[in-house]
């Protein structure tokens, strides 16, 4: 490889020269018959003529001339193989057995076939049913027909941008993205939504540079409902996240001039008729962080976020009382009431001081035990707040007291399941510290439960997991989400069943509640 590398750049070397010299003859011969092959003008192509030097020179001069430039090539493609030959490995990648180029400096994504991943998924348990009812616990955790499921999930966004279709599949294909995050552990797909895509025609379809061939011509219902089903053909659970308004439009309020609350509940009632049915949709996030005048128990009817949540939660139940799905809710950013204790800025969504005295409440008892806290949590590649802004050894102790205050109380206070909603970053300088301290953090404080800010490459502001074409990945930061959850809880499907991998909580001193319903099957027998 590096000799034909070597040998390539001698011959580039070598017409350069060659370019200067064969042109000059034809533009001395022909000045105009060559205009159009080389781009003048006839009067430039005149000029380029006079110019040229070669032309006082005699055919001995010329040939010297040629010689000399030959003897020069040489040495300098010569110099150029012997570096390659040193530092060659480290610049250039090497094919793999099936004659691709690789870097050993990356990460290919190379994912095992569905098959092979249901192969070797190995169930604790199976179920006789699809049909789960999911469970907020006053431990924090989260429970699925009483088994503790321990979530480590990813967003996938898209949706709720203007090509109403996620990213990466101009690039790659679905079942390529989503065996990936079964790969590497993953059980669940967090799905970003906009207001004005759930109010889309059902015959809408996505911009159409965003899609491979295999879904052209599709909508962005069948899209989203496509990813949905191949999710749960692999186990996969999903989280539907009402991330803003219109598209890619962040709000602090859960409305605006152009979309109201009747609209917001109407594109929750779109949302659910054409997913809820569906088993792995197993959470709906209300509202993506809210933030700015956005309150949270001050008695103001058009700011009170707890409020919304208690209306919305009350219309998707009586739309929809079968769905036995959880209800994640996200804080707010400043609250007049509790702010006074803490010294810290909150992060947006990050809020939950006026829950203490204001918790959410619905008139029904089981739809209460489904109600899910969820913080974001993110580093300076967000926001740089200035309590980051101190000695790097110093950043780890002022960073766990941020979270001590803000967030350490909230399992303990609320006595709900908690999921952070968002984290994620670059790992790239005091980011890097940031990250590794919270997520030691949130094992150590029994919250472990995460979604990784994003497998998207595009997020502005943290980047994501994949890289700009999806052929690579970020392998320290998948290793930092491994940390947390090395052995997260899995379902998975053996011979038309619902089973699941219970899988381990970080913590061993978390007070998790035992699995307490019997196996149905016979594990080992499906593991065939």
């Not at 090539?73 to 094919?95: C, E, M, Y």
Request: charged share 20%.
């Amino acid at each position: 490889m590096l000799l034909c590398t070597g040998i390539m750049m001698w011959m580039v070397a070598l017409a350069v020269p060659s370019a200067a010299i064969v042109p000059s003859f034809f533009l001395i011969r022909h000045p105009l018959g060559r205009v159009e092959l080389f781009g003048f003008s006839d009067h430039e192509a005149r000029g380029v003529a006079k110019a040229d030097p070669l032309r006082s020179m005699s055919s001995a001069g010329r040939a010297k001339a040629l010689i000399y430039s030959l003897i020069g090539v040489s040495v300098v493609a010569g110099v150029t193989v012997a570096l390659l030959g040193i530092f060659g490995n480290d610049i250039f990648p090497n094919k793999d057995a099936g004659g691709n180029w690789e870097d050993p400096k990356l990460s290919y994504v190379k994912t095992p076939s569905l098959d092979q991943l249901r192969a070797s998924f190995a169930p604790d348990t199976c179920f006789d049913t699809y049909d789960l009812t999911w469970t907020s616990g006053k431990d924090g955790q989260i429970y699925a027909n009483t088994a503790p499921f321990f979530v480590k999930g990813m967003s996938w966004f898209g949706c709720e941008g203007h090509g109403y279709t996620f990213t990466g599949l101009n690039f790659t294909s679905m079942d390529t993205i989503l065996n990936f995050f079964v790969q590497h552990k993953f059980n669940t797909v967090r799905i970003p939504v906009s207001v004005a895509f759930a109010l889309a025609p059902k015959d809408t379809k996505p911009n159409q540079r965003f899609v491979g061939k295999s879904l052209k011509g599709k909508t962005i219902w069948e899209i989203l409902g496509e990813a949905i089903d191949q999710a749960a053909l692999r186990g996969l659970m999903v989280m539907l996240d009402m991330h803003t308004l219109g598209p890619q439009e962040p709000s602090d309020l859960w409305y605006d001039e152009q979309y109201q609350e009747a609209d917001v509940l109407q594109a929750w009632t779109n949302i659910m008729s054409a997913y809820s049915a569906k088993w792995n949709v197993f959470a709906l996030d209300l509202k993506n962080e809210p933030h700015g005048i956005a309150t949270w128990g001050v008695k103001a009817p058009l700011t009170d976020y707890n409020k919304f949540y208690e209306r919305s939660i009350t219309h998707i139940h009586a739309k929809f009382p079968d769905w036995k799905g959880l209800y994640l809710v996200e804080g707010v950013q400043f609250n007049k009431e509790t702010d006074k204790a803490t010294d810290y800025p909150f992060w947006w969504g990050g809020n939950f001081g006026g829950a203490v005295n204001h918790p959410i409440k619905v008139p029904y008892p089981d739809v209460m035990d489904r109600v899910v806290y969820s913080p974001h949590v993110y580093g300076p590649d967000v926001y740089d707040h200035p309590y980051m802004n101190v000695p790097a050894e110093d950043l780890p102790k002022e960073l766990v007291k941020v979270w001590d205050s803000q967030m350490g109380w909230l399992i303990p206070k609320l006595q709900k399941g908690m999921i952070i909603g968002e984290w994620g970053g670059s790992l790239k300088g005091r980011d890097d510290i940031v990250q590794r301290t919270l997520a030691k953090w949130l094992v150590k404080n029994c919250m472990a439960n995460n979604v990784w800010w994003a497998i998207n490459p595009e997020s502005s502001d943290t980047g994501g997991i994949m890289s700009w074409n999806w052929k690579t990945y970020d392998k320290n930061r998948l290793d930092l989400v491994d940390s947390i959850f090395p052995d997260p809880t899995r379902f998975g499907i053996k011979r038309s069943k619902l089973c699941l991998h219970l899988g381990t909580y970080p913590n061993p001193e978390c007070p998790i509640q035992p699995f307490k319903k019997p196996e149905i099957a016979q594990p080992e027998k499906l593991r065939a």
